[in-house]
């Protein structure tokens, strides 16, 4: 089947700037995936995040798979990502042992200096926590409000068994993360449900101290099935802000992004 031509103009049309001073976030996440896109090899497994800085980076691989010739096989975050991949053409492979990527990428709500991320406003929090674990290398791309000096003004997300909402709500609450149950977009009076059917709680702990004592006190909470604390999975970030791209490495001064021909 034929697949759509998609055009960069059109990704840039996502959404306009707010103003003449607002930086526009929408050309900014398109730099972060042309970025990331350039650094894909031949015969790469991939890891597709989910949201929309990962949204262009799948289109134009995809691109570069039905034009470039490039082979690649991936393994998506979310049902989303997943039929954009589809759509565009690229190659998917089902979970099963033994799978592994050479490559993930993926966006993030907050990252710091030393990569360590908040992850999941998108609600993939679960798929894409697996999938980074199963990668070897993780690459962050981001616009630039997502670089942040301390991790929590986003709200931490968790995704939750339905049975156990209360109690998890309760113990975020007695951890000082005023917890609140996501909504669904599309029908707000009904709680929104992740690809698993779990719900998602958004905590709002405004500064995370010591995000590793925090991951720890979660993932012992009972019916608490994932956090999005990403913590020592992010080899590099490309974070694109106006019209330069850097790469971020862990604790590591920002380099221009045109300063690599292949992953940093
Ligand atoms: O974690 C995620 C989805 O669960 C996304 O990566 C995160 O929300 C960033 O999204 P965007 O690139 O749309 O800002």
Avoid at 64 to 69: A, C, I, N, Q, T
């Amino acid at each position: 089947m034929r697949q759509p031509r998609l055009r960069l103009q059109f990704l840039l049309n996502v959404s306009a700037p707010q103003s003449a001073s607002a930086p526009d976030l929408a050309a900014e996440k398109l730099l972060a995936a042309t970025t990331a896109v350039g650094w894909v090899r031949d015969g790469m497994r991939v890891g597709l995040g989910t949201g929309s800085t990962a949204a262009p980076f799948i289109t134009l691989l995809g691109q570069r798979v039905r034009e470039g010739g490039l082979r690649i096989e991936a393994t998506a975050t979310s049902r989303a990502s997943e039929e954009l991949a589809r759509q565009v053409g690229i190659p998917l492979l089902e979970p099963r042992r033994g799978l592994r990527f050479d490559l993930t990428v993926d966006g993030a709500d907050e990252l710091d200096a030393q990569l360590r991320l908040i992850k999941g406003g998108g609600g993939a929090l679960l798929r894409e926590k697996v999938i980074a674990t199963a990668s070897d290398y993780l690459l962050i791309v981001a616009d630039s409000t997502k670089a942040v000096g301390q991790l929590g003004r986003f709200p931490l997300p968790l995704e939750v068994v339905p049975f156990a909402l209360p109690w998890v709500m309760d113990a975020v609450a007695d951890l000082g993360g005023a917890p609140v149950l996501r909504m669904d977009k599309q029908n707000p009076l009904e709680p929104a449900h992740s690809d698993q059917g779990n719900l998602l709680v958004d905590c709002h702990f405004q500064q995370i101290e010591d995000p590793a004592m925090l991951a720890a006190q979660l993932i012992v909470i009972p019916g608490m099935v994932e956090h999005g604390l990403f913590l020592g999975l992010a080899r590099a970030a490309v974070v694109a802000q106006g019209g330069q791209a850097q790469v971020w490495r862990p604790g590591q001064a920002p380099v221009a992004a045109s300063e690599f021909t292949a992953l940093p």
